[in-house]
């Protein structure tokens, strides 16, 4: 049974991630819907609904990631977690080359690879939000 998250709660997660999704990196202004609330870990996994276990996420990563926490590395075909924003950080998982996101790690591999974060829209929409300084990793290299 899925809880629901306080509004107070809520706003504690979208303040810490400044309104960026955690694991693309687009921010909530630039985009239809709002971003969701994401248990890290799966409630069904006995995650908790904690400041602790929650992400900002936009609605296309939410909807991909769902209750999972692993998948399949591209590059080795091993089973690897996901990438953890709580435990994690982007920086060490991730880099960037033009619009296209590099995997660093296993894990960063593997969440490219299952979040879809490379596909033609997905790169379409980073080159034209980098064209005017409004993705949140721009200056990543």
Known sequence: MSVRIPAELRRQVVDR??????????HQAVVLSSHQI?????E??????TFENLALSCMTCNLRKASDIA???????VLSLLFNPRTQ???EHFAIDGPKLVGLTTAGRTTIEFLQLNSFERLAERVELMKV???RWSTIR
Do not use: L, N
């Not at 998948?71 to 075909?77: A, K, L, N, V």
């Open 17 to 26: 991630a400044e309104g960026y999704c955690e694991y693309c990196g687009i």
């Open 38 to 42: 994401d248990h890290v870990i799966a």
């Open 44 to 49: 069904k996994h006995q995650g908790q609904t």
């Open 71 to 77: 998948s399949f590395d591209p590059e080795t075909g």
């Open 89 to 91: 950080s982007w920086i």
């Open 133 to 135: 300084g409004a993705y």
